[in-house]
């Protein structure tokens, strides 16, 4: 069941009844009209197929309350309306991103243009809304996006990289370079780092220990596990303890040393890599975050 459009007869020019509904049908957007009220008064085929409902059931609903949505699924307040403002003011009104609401629950995000309905006297009859998905173009716009994000991340890397080289070829001096380092590291990619280098086989010594920004350097923190320290001199392997970590029963000493790491001030995440030349690991560098978020 579907409204016809106003006849032509008597207006000379204009086409027939059908050749208008064929056009009307054949569109390829959807388009619906609505009357003063906000009632849709007629619907064509494509508005039913992106909107999942059929047109017979969409004539005389009320356009706003059916179909208006916000982003979280939400009905969106009559007041902010693009399309009861057309009925309003009687301009026409546009929305790059709007939602809609179909048939089967799931929301439509489309393109939408509404102009007032007006007869020769400049009265107002109603709405004609013509809109279409825009599903595709907002996904295609995502992956844009996301891509870019890589490429920002892998330039802010490659940047990071050329700043560690420049740092520790600018000085002989072992601590100052790693003092260096480390304040590249904090709090760029971590709350606070220690570095512990090998100074005999058997002995290791904490030569920095750089706090977080808005901290002094404070009480020393708790010298890494040993047995995970031995994994990362001794074996060249990167250590990574998680949040969830501690959550598990110190039933071992691993576990209980992994406690008193992530208590270091705050500690709730943390890495023990290697330092290391082609040859031999020198050393081990420790980053921690504070923040469960990160």
Not at 107 to 132: C, D, R, W, Y
Not at 183 to 206: F, G, N, T
Request: proline share 6%; charged share 20%.
């Amino acid at each position: 069941m579907r409204r016809h459009l106003p006849s032509a007869h008597g207006h000379a020019g204009l086409p027939d009844q059908r050749l208008l509904q064929a056009a009307f049908d054949s569109a390829g957007a959807g388009i619906y009209l609505t009357d003063l009220a906000g009632l849709i008064t007629m619907a064509n085929l494509q508005a039913g197929a992106l909107l999942g409902r059929p047109v017979a059931e969409m004539l005389g609903a009320d356009a706003h309350d059916l179909l208006h949505r916000g982003a979280d699924d939400g009905l969106t307040p009559r007041s902010p309306c693009r399309l009861m403002g057309v009925l309003e003011h009687g301009r026409p009104a546009r929305g790059d991103e709007s939602i809609f609401l179909r048939g089967d629950g799931g929301l439509l995000p489309v393109s939408l243009s509404a102009a007032p309905i007006v007869q020769e006297g400049g009265q107002v009859l109603g709405v004609i809304v013509v809109f279409t998905d825009i599903t595709e173009r907002l996904n295609l716009s995502r992956q844009q996006a996301g891509h870019l994000a890589m490429l920002e991340d892998f330039n802010a890397r490659l940047t990071l990289l050329t700043e560690i080289t420049s740092v520790l070829t600018q000085t002989l001096e072992v601590d100052e370079a790693l003092q260096r380092l480390g304040r590249l590291i904090v709090p760029r990619l971590a709350d606070w780092a220690m570095v512990d280098l090998r100074v005999e086989h058997d002995e290791v010594e904490r030569v920095v220990v750089i706090p977080p920004a808005d901290q002094a350097a404070g009480s020393p923190l708790p010298e890494p596990p040993g047995s995970l320290l031995a994994r990362v001199l001794d074996r060249g392997e990167t250590v990574l303890l998680g949040p969830g970590d501690i959550a598990r029963k110190p039933d071992s000493g691993m576990a209980a040393a992994q406690r008193e790491l992530f208590a270091a001030r705050g500690a709730v995440s943390a890495i023990i890599t290697p330092l290391r030349t082609q040859r031999q690991v020198l050393g081990a560098l420790t980053v921690a975050r504070t923040d469960p978020a990160r």
